[in-house]
């Protein structure tokens, strides 16, 4: 985990995972929680603390990085159809949240809306590869009469969720449920069993 940025009610504690663009502070950055759930946020105002939060995933952030998307997208098409705004409140001495519909959100408080990042450096190439080595690519083998999935480049415990944002497909692979729990066998932890 990256080092603490705040605690909200709709995510819990956010960690900074990596800054991508900063003037004195971060401006545009992303967050993760302690689930790894990824999220983009902008530092609308610096004297209020006012910061869009949208989650994302490491496809559409790679996207956005790659120059493919626009950061504004990224924002409206948000997972849940959801931007937290967080504030700090001076006289409370604490953040105050609140959720908004990301299609609604007043386009002030996002980047203009066909703004690619254009910004390419090393720090953003190594976490382009950072990115990219947390996806998860699984492949359908039959074994004996059930079907199993290999899973590659990723290590992972007893249990592993697989949702739709993060496997690459192969062989015409479809998860019928992208949001179902697959064990491993702690003998061979590469074969999970639907």
């Known amino acids: 985990m990256g080092k603490k940025w705040i605690k909200i009610k709709e995510t819990g504690q956010l960690y900074l995972e990596k800054i991508i663009v900063?003037?004195?502070?971060?401006?545009?950055?992303?967050c993760n929680d302690f689930e790894n759930r990824k999220y983009l946020c902008l530092n609308v105002d610096e004297?209020?603390?006012c910061t869009v939060i949208a989650e994302t995933d490491n496809r559409t952030?790679?996207?956005m990085l790659k120059n493919q998307i626009t950061m504004e997208s990224v924002f409206r098409?948000?997972?849940?159809?959801?931007?937290?705004i967080a504030e700090y409140n001076c006289e409370k001495d604490e953040i105050v949240s609140s959720v908004q519909e990301a299609k609604k959100i007043d386009a002030n408080l996002l980047p203009e809306k066909e703004a690619?990042?254009?910004?390419?450096?090393?720090?953003?190439?190594?976490?382009?590869?950072?990115?990219?080595k947390q996806l998860i690519s699984v492949e359908v083998e039959d074994f004996c009469e059930k079907k199993t999935i290999t899973v590659k480049?990723?290590?992972?415990?007893?249990?592993?969720?697989?949702?739709s944002e993060n496997v690459t497909y192969h062989k015409n692979l479809?998860?019928?449920d992208t949001k179902k729990v697959y064990t491993c066998d702690n003998n061979n932890s590469r074969k999970m069993i639907a």
């Open 22 to 30: 900063y003037f004195d502070i971060p401006i545009l950055f992303v």
């Open 47 to 49: 004297e209020t603390g």
């Open 61 to 63: 952030l790679i996207s």
């Open 77 to 84: 098409n948000s997972s849940e159809n959801k931007i937290i």
């Open 116 to 132: 690619f990042l254009e910004l390419s450096n090393e720090v953003i190439s190594e976490y382009l590869l950072f990115l990219k």
């Open 153 to 163: 480049q990723i290590k992972f415990n007893k249990y592993f969720s697989l949702n």
């Open 174 to 176: 479809k998860l019928e």
